[in-house]
Every structure is written in structure tokens, then in C-alpha cells.
């Protein structure tokens, strides 16, 4: 795969129902199907050298601490989608499973 895009910021996701992790300036890589590769953490042996090549390439994006959505209005967001007849495509692992 090729790497499409590699954004820098600080984000979360949901390991399991009672485990959330936080990524403090992660470096998240996206393959050209919309795929994160990777998520790797600042002390990375290969953070920097994944983040010049990026920049190299024209597909680095750095998303200030302050500027990402706060938690509570990205959970209104997963809620209004949750209703069925607000529901258009599912992805599942890379692959749409349903299309309206």
C-alpha cells in the first residue's frame, strides 16, 4: 500500500468497552484506502523518519493541540449516526458492507 496521508495530532480510541488509549502527538499513517497502517507514538524509532518522508511527499498534516473536536460533541456525532434511517454506507475493515 501507499501511504496517502500521515496526520500529526493527539486522538483516542476505544481498545475495548472499559479501555480508551490516548495518543499525545501521534503520527497516524493512512494508506491510500483510507486505512490507518499505523499509529506511532513521538519516541518511536521511526516517528521522525515516517514524518519527514511524509513532508518529503506532500501528504503531512499536523492538527494543533486545541483544534480537535472535543469528545463529548464526536459522541453526539457516533449517536446521530447510530440512528438506522441516518445510516447511508458501512465500513468494515476497508471493505463497504452496506450502501443506501
Not at 12 to 36: K, M, P, Q, S
Not at 38 to 53: G, T
Request: proline share 5%.
Amino acid at each position: 500500500m501507499t501511504l496517502s496521508l500521515a496526520i500529526e495530532g493527539s486522538g483516542f480510541t476505544a481498545r475495548t468497552c472499559d479501555e480508551v488509549a490516548y495518543f499525545h502527538n501521534a503520527l497516524f499513517l493512512i494508506d491510500d484506502r483510507g486505512i490507518i497502517t499505523s499509529v506511532l507514538q513521538p519516541d518511536a524509532e521511526r516517528y521522525a523518519v515516517e514524518r519527514d518522508e511524509a513532508r518529503r511527499h506532500g501528504v503531512y498534516r499536523r492538527i494543533p493541540d486545541g483544534e480537535q473536536e472535543p469528545p463529548a460533541d464526536i459522541f453526539q456525532k457516533i449517536l446521530n449516526l447510530a440512528v438506522p434511517e441516518n445510516i447511508r454506507a458501512v465500513w468494515v475493515q476497508g471493505r463497504q458492507v452496506v450502501a443506501k
